[in-house]
C-alpha cells in the first residue's frame, strides 16, 4: 500500500535548473522524515538531502547550496529544487521514507 512515485526528471544543460516531486500516499507522510537518495549505475546509492518531519534539513556537502528540499503535507508531496546542476549530479534520484520504503526513482542526465 505504500507508494512513493517520482517525477520531474530529464535532460538538462550543466548550469540548468530542474525541479523533482515526489507523490505520497499509504502511510502517514507528515509524521515521517522523508530523504532523497540518488545512484549512478554499478555505484551505492548516496544520500543527497533529508527533512525532519518539524521542517528542519541536511544536505550532502556535494550539493549544500544548489540543491533545496521541502514538503508539503497537505498534498503529501517532497520536493527537490535543483539549481547550478553539474555532469556529476547525473543520476537516478529516488526519495525515501523513515520506514526505508523507496519510490522507482527518476532519471537525472545533465549534459551539454
Known amino acids: 500500500q505504500v507508494q512513493l512515485v517520482e517525477s520531474g526528471g530529464g535532460l538538462v544543460q550543466p548550469g540548468g535548473s530542474l525541479r523533482l516531486s515526489c507523490a505520497a500516499s499509504g502511510f502517514p507522510f507528515s509524521r515521517s522524515a522523508m530523504s532523497w537518495y540518488r545512484q549512478v549505475q554499478g555505484k551505492a546509492r548516496e544520500f543527497v538531502a533529508r527533512?525532519?518531519?518539524?521542517?528542519?534539513?541536511n544536505y550532502a556537502d556535494s550539493v549544500k547550496g544548489r540543491f533545496t528540499i521541502s514538503r508539503d503535507n497537505a498534498k503529501n508531496t517532497l520536493s527537490l529544487q535543483m539549481s547550478s546542476l553539474k555532469p556529476e549530479d547525473t543520476a537516478v534520484y529516488f526519495c525515501r521514507n523513515d520506514l526505508n520504503y523507496w519510490g522507482q526513482g527518476t532519471q537525472v542526465t545533465v549534459s551539454s
Open positions: 527533512i525532519a518531519i518539524g521542517g528542519s534539513t
